[in-house]
């Protein structure tokens, strides 16, 4: 079975630029995280969808950044503009249930820089 | 408020040696879920295990094992016979039962294991 399947895998751009991180989650999961990853803080939640609707987007830093999930097989996250503090490590994850503690599966990652 | 704490930024050990990965967490919540991810240099999000709060055995899955001891609030990772490939950032996990299904990571370990 596929995973969760993010695009693009490397994306270098220069600062003012828009950024547009694309993710399919694992058919059937309803439920849709958008995470980053920085040697400084780790991994952080930045949005929580559970069947299209976003739940959660008290992690997304500033109004630079955007979520949306048109669909249940799509989300993206976009940054604009983008600048040099941007520059992470941004994983989608899914998982099935509204519920608590069920099992958050990830992919493989997209690995931003901004110059 | 959730918090997971690693206090092992990292470790280095010698293939076969036998290794623990420390992992405390501090709920409110009394029903909560821990969970292990492997992270190895390429980068992805591995699901290794899951655990709810109501369920303290121990689980063994060939050379890895779990220690879950709610009286000290740790979720330790132990692997037996340690391996090359065994290297990697392992995160320690938590997710409360009131968060949905949001998870609240460790700042991980990096996991060194020379030949």
Same mark, same amino acid.
């Given at each position: 079975?596929?995973?969760?399947?993010?695009?693009?895998? =490397?994306?270098?751009?220069?600062?003012?630029?828009? #950024?547009?991180?694309?993710?399919?989650?694992?058919?059937? =999961?309803?439920? /849709?995280?958008?995470?980053?990853?920085? @040697? @400084?803080?780790?991994?952080?939640? /930045?949005?929580?969808?559970?069947?299209?609707?976003?739940?959660?987007?008290?992690? @997304?830093?500033?109004?630079?950044?955007?979520?949306? @999930?048109?669909?249940?097989?799509?989300?993206?996250?976009?940054?604009?503009?983008?600048?040099?503090?941007?520059?992470? #490590?941004?994983?989608?994850?899914?998982?099935?249930?509204?519920?608590?503690?069920?099992?958050?599966?990830?992919?493989?990652?997209?690995?931003?820089?901004?110059? | 408020?959730?918090?997971?704490?690693?206090?092992?930024?990292?470790?280095?050990?010698?293939?076969?040696?036998?290794?623990?990965?420390?992992?405390?967490?501090?709920?409110?919540?009394?029903?909560?879920?821990?969970?292990?991810?492997?992270?190895?240099?390429?980068?992805?999000?591995?699901?290794?295990?899951?655990?709810?709060?109501?369920?303290?055995?121990?689980?063994?899955?060939?050379?890895?094992?779990?220690?879950?001891?709610?009286?000290?609030?740790?979720?330790?990772?132990?692997?037996?016979?340690?391996?090359?490939?065994?290297?990697?950032?392992?995160?320690?996990?938590?997710?409360?039962?009131?968060? %949905?299904?949001?998870?609240?990571?460790? %700042?991980?370990?990096?996991?060194?294991?020379?030949?």
């Amino acid at each position: 079975d596929a995973g969760v399947i993010q695009s693009p895998r =490397h994306e270098v751009t220069e600062m003012g630029q828009e #950024v547009t991180l694309r993710c399919k989650p694992i058919s059937g =999961h309803n439920s /849709l995280f958008w995470y980053r990853q920085t @040697m @400084m803080r780790g991994l952080e939640l /930045l949005i929580y969808f559970n069947n299209n609707v976003p739940i959660d987007d008290s992690g @997304m830093p500033e109004d630079r950044f955007s979520a949306k @999930m048109p669909n249940a097989s799509f989300s993206t996250l976009k940054i604009q503009p983008s600048e040099p503090r941007d520059s992470a #490590v941004y994983f989608c994850a899914s998982s099935t249930g509204q519920g608590s503690g069920n099992t958050i599966y990830f992919g493989e990652g997209s690995w931003l820089t901004v110059v | 408020a959730q918090k997971v704490t690693q206090a092992q930024t990292e470790i280095s050990v010698v293939e076969k040696e036998d290794v623990t990965l420390d992992c405390v967490y501090e709920t409110r919540d009394t029903t909560y879920y821990l969970f292990w991810y492997k992270q190895p240099p390429s980068g992805e999000l591995v699901f290794l295990i899951r655990r709810n709060s109501f369920d303290e055995q121990n689980e063994i899955s060939g050379r890895y094992s779990w220690n879950f001891q709610k009286s000290t609030s740790s979720f330790n990772f132990t692997i037996t016979a340690s391996q090359v490939v065994d290297s990697a950032v392992y995160f320690c996990a938590l997710s409360g039962y009131n968060a %949905g299904n949001m998870l609240t990571f460790g %700042g991980g370990t990096r996991l060194m294991v020379k030949p």
